[in-house]
């Protein structure tokens, strides 16, 4: 069943991102004038040609992404006939990978998204007068430094931008408001519950929250083209605003959806903007709808391969026990029973469970506010720590493993070992020779999910994805980071399936897989709580609960988290059933949490 459902994800998100055959897609790598070897997605309509030029886009996706991330908008601008390059930022993906510095101040290249429009300009079927550039978070800062390159170039290339989830330039260094994008057409997507970015000037010398954006004294002069708006009319979101610049007349718009900032990468109101911003500014070459959207066809069949992968961890490892060198890992496990110890005994499991939910919670929010986090973590350390956010992760999971294991131990000495708990029983001391044959066969497993990654990508140019949960394939210098990190996701997984599968499975009404759901919920726990409550706070109030620090971007790295907290529950316990052996499914887990944390995760180099 996994295996079929990979290879329908990958036909189906193949079929859809060619427009069934109507699109050339390529994946491109090549040398770029800054010396950085650059990797892209190139989407070619089939009637394009030196003698039908069409309009082009360079979409850039975001910080922690990488190109396959922008697929809402390069699925439909190609289906409607654009050019369309996804390319992978530098430090993402497939892309060479620059200094911290680099990074942030997006020079001398504008992180990659210049090369891509140089790129572009160089191809016989695209129509280098109609070129445009667009990118979400650090993507749209790369596509509105990439204006001030252009305009600096002896022959401007960028014709049009639609920036998404960052601010405008409107003033200069001296705080003078300015036209910084001149005779191009120009939008700005701003989500009304950003996390980062719209908290402006409103202009009685305080700070707007992102959902009052458009009537701040920023949003107003981008839509009088850079004049003082004092004054002026008061102009509204998603009304097109035209004026002459420089003997053309151009656009100027901003549209404010009811959306936080990541979730502009999975949106069917932001794909509909950018494509009917394009349209006006270009004409489209295929007439279509822009409310007509079929990425979502996409998004589904990535998910049905992270489902398939699901599948294939916990049933390739029980099909590799049928192989005579893991036989001796089938052990029986003891049949679950009601949690020992009666009222007492309910009385340690839910007490445990409230310090472990409460401890991780807590700990999660003062790490992200912590110093240390905001210069160690954002971007990371080159030649130390080169991916900050895998090891803001790890950190913090590693911290929650060690609490486990101290539960564990405080549990067992103070109640299990006088309840009649045997340790060797429920699979903590398994003997050496069975230890090292469960890691061999989980890393059979993992070096196998690895393996159908890279088939996926070669025969099929995709992954498995949806939303911010992710997990693609990898260049040969992230195996090095990979093992770097490891440790810290073991510290956590091996510990939790521990303590899931050997210290509290029972039965809940004689039945176990009301314990294993329970267990699941209670594992996730954590992350919705932090998660609810930053954003059920930003929903009231118009800004984030914890605002600090690393808060701001810690809770959407939460929502990456939370599939794998829930979902390790089952994938270890079914393994643990047939192996009575915790340490295989844990071990697993780990190193697909590590795997995919370090593959889609911003890169630096010394």
């Not at 997507?189 to 000037?201: G, H, I, L, N, T």
């Not at 890992?329 to 009666?342: D, I, M, N, Y």
Request: with cysteine; aromatic share 12%; net charge negative.
């Amino acid at each position: 069943m996994s295996l079929a459902l990979f290879l329908i994800s990958g036909l189906g998100s193949a079929l859809v991102q060619t427009s069934g055959g109507a699109v050339t897609m390529k994946t491109l790598t090549w040398e770029t004038p800054a010396g950085l070897t650059q990797s892209a997605y190139l989407f070619k309509p089939a009637a394009a040609s030196a003698d039908d030029k069409r309009p082009a886009v360079v979409v850039a996706h975001g910080y922690n992404n990488q190109k396959q991330m922008q697929d809402n908008n390069y699925v439909e601008l190609a289906k409607r006939g654009y050019v369309v390059l996804s390319i992978d930022r530098y430090s993402h993906g497939s892309s060479d990978n620059t200094n911290a510095a680099g990074v942030l101040t997006l020079s001398p290249n504008a992180a990659g998204v210049y090369d891509g429009v140089t790129l572009l300009a160089s191809l016989p079927y695209v129509d280098a007068s109609r070129i445009g550039v667009s990118g979400h978070s650090m993507g749209c800062m790369s596509a509105s430094a990439a204006v001030g390159i252009d305009s600096a170039a002896p022959t401007p290339l960028i014709a049009a931008a639609y920036l998404v989830d960052c601010d405008p330039t409107v003033t200069d260094q001296d705080g003078k408001f300015i036209d910084f994008y001149g005779a191009r057409d120009v939008a700005v997507y701003a989500d009304k519950y950003d996390e980062f970015f719209f908290r402006a000037d409103d202009g009685n010398g305080g700070t707007t929250v992102p959902r009052d954006y458009i009537d701040s004294v920023e949003a107003q002069a981008f839509l009088h083209f850079g004049t003082d708006p004092s004054g002026a009319d008061q102009r509204e979101a998603y009304t097109t605003y035209t004026e002459t610049v420089d003997g053309s007349e151009v656009i100027r718009r901003i549209d404010t959806p009811n959306q936080i900032h990541p979730w502009a990468t999975f949106s069917a109101t932001e794909a509909h903007d950018l494509v009917s911003f394009f349209d006006e500014a270009f004409g489209s070459p295929n007439a279509i709808d822009p409310a007509s959207q079929t990425w979502q066809l996409k998004a589904f069949f990535n998910g049905l391969g992270l489902v398939g992968l699901g599948i294939f961890l916990v049933a390739f490892a029980r099909a590799l026990l049928a192989a005579p060198i893991f036989a001796s890992l089938r052990t029986p496990t003891p049949a679950a029973v009601e949690l020992r110890g009666g009222r007492s005994g309910r009385g340690w499991f839910w007490g445990a469970m409230a310090v472990s939910v409460v401890i991780s919670a807590v700990s999660f929010v003062l790490l992200s506010q912590s110093a240390w986090s905001t210069s160690f973590v954002f971007v990371g350390t080159p030649g130390i720590n080169p991916q900050g956010p895998t090891s803001f992760i790890g950190i913090w999971a590693a911290i929650n493993g060690i609490v486990a294991l101290l539960v564990m131990l405080v549990s067992y000495y103070a109640f299990g070992k006088r309840n009649g708990q045997d340790l060797r029983q429920v699979g903590i001391f398994p003997g050496w020779k069975k230890f090292g044959l469960g890691i061999l066969l989980g890393l059979i497993v993992v070096v196998a999910v690895v393996a159908i990654l890279f088939a996926e990508q070669y025969f099929f140019q995709s992954d498995f994805r949806l939303y911010v949960l992710a997990i693609t394939t990898f260049t040969p210098d992230k195996i090095a980071l990979i093992l770097l990190y490891l440790p810290l996701y073991l510290v956590f997984y091996v510990l939790n399936s521990v303590a899931i599968n050997s210290f509290n499975r029972f039965t809940v009404r004689g039945r176990e897989w009301g314990n294993t759901l329970l267990l699941a919920v209670l594992n996730a726990l954590p992350a919705v709580i932090v998660i609810a409550v930053q954003y059920l706070t930003f929903a009231i109030s118009g800004e984030l609960a914890w605002h600090d620090g690393q808060s701001r971007i810690t809770g959407i790295w939460m929502q990456f988290v939370l599939p794998y907290l829930f979902v390790t529950v089952f994938v270890t316990r079914k393994i643990f059933r047939a192996t009575n052996n915790p340490y295989i499914g844990g071990f697993i887990m780990a190193s697909i949490a590590t795997i995919a944390s370090v593959s889609t995760t911003i890169t630096v180099s010394p």
